[in-house]
């Protein structure tokens, strides 16, 4: 079960300014990097989209399940 404190974080509203700055900040080399490497595992491990989709909807289902 989710801690009420996480839970309480994932679903408090995020205001407008927390959004610009979000979207405005620049995103530092390692932390491109470490996504980009993310991306490369991800599509090489299900290259086609619908084994993409498959995982999403298995992965939703699972975290939903972990969720109670």
Do not use: N
Request: proline share 6%; no cysteine.
């Amino acid at each position: 079960m989710i801690d009420e404190r996480i839970a309480a974080a994932i679903d408090r509203a995020v205001t407008p300014e927390e959004i610009q700055h979000a979207l405005a900040r620049e995103i530092p080399a390692s932390e491109r990097e470490d996504v980009e490497a993310l991306i490369r595992w991800f599509t090489t491990r299900y290259p086609t989209p619908e084994q993409r989709l498959r995982y999403v909807r298995q992965a939703h289902a699972r975290w939903r399940r972990s969720a109670r």
